[in-house]
């Protein structure tokens, strides 16, 4: 069974500050990460993909992977109102036409003014 | 930029009825996925789709069944809706290069 797991939140930080949102994976064969933001009654919506070790910035977001210890992390510097949401980490897994995402469960971010 | 629509935003049905629930995209996407999505639970695939009249299993294939007939139309078939089933729906569909997968707005499904 492939599992994901994200730090459980909620998470609140103070705008400006920088959120730090955690995910771990089990399967060693995955091959991408993803993370995704889903407001309230919305569908997620991509905002990262990372697909080998490091970091890789796109604004004020940072993903980092580390496939030695399965773990992915993004970072929000800057945190604004606006990045209220909750943050899905998914890893694709499988082969060929197999290949699926697995998602975690979120985790809840909370950027107060 | 990829569109993916799903035929009702929300929908209220009865124990009991056949309830279809449909996808459409419009960037010739190969692969196409219905997941459900539950407080505490995240995000669940049902089933997918990786070519017209393929379909593969999800994690949660029961009481569910899917149709791909044309490239960029996906349904997810709920054959006889139980209270269960009560969820959001979501669609999605990626190509094979990036395997990205893009979300429709959901369909809110209520069953009595």
């Known amino acids: 069974q492939k599992e994901v797991e994200q730090n459980s939140g909620p998470l609140s930080v103070p705008e400006g500050a920088i959120a730090s949102l955690n995910c771990t994976y089990s399967?060693?064969?995955?091959?991408?990460f993803f993370w995704y933001r889903q407001y309230s009654g919305k569908s997620p919506e991509l905002i990262m993909s990372?697909?080998?070790?490091g970091d890789k910035e796109d604004g004020r977001f940072t993903a980092q992977l580390n496939k030695a210890s399965q773990y992915v992390s993004l970072l929000i510097r800057d945190s604004q109102p606006s990045d209220s949401a909750t943050y899905l980490c998914a890893v694709l897994g499988g082969s060929g036409s197999a290949r699926q995402l697995t998602f975690g469960s979120g985790t809840q971010l909370t950027v107060l003014p | 930029d990829v569109k993916v629509t799903q035929s009702s935003r929300y929908l209220v049905k009865r124990t009991g009825e056949k309830v279809f629930l449909e996808c459409v995209q419009d960037m010739d996407h190969e692969n196409m996925f219905w997941y459900r999505q539950d407080p505490g639970l995240g995000l669940r695939l049902i089933y997918f789709?990786?070519?017209?009249?393929?379909?593969e299993k999800g994690d949660i294939p029961e009481g569910y069944s899917v149709s791909r007939e044309k490239k960029e139309r996906f349904s997810l078939i709920l054959e006889s809706a139980s209270t269960n089933q009560t969820s959001m729906y979501l669609c999605?569909?990626?190509?094979?290069?990036?395997?990205?997968?893009?979300f429709g707005p959901g369909t809110r499904l209520t069953v009595l």
């Open positions: 789709s990786y070519d017209v009249k393929m379909k």
């Open positions: 990372i697909y080998s070790n």
């Open positions: 399967d060693r064969g995955s091959q991408s």
């Open positions: 999605a569909s990626s190509n094979g290069g990036t395997d990205t997968q893009y």
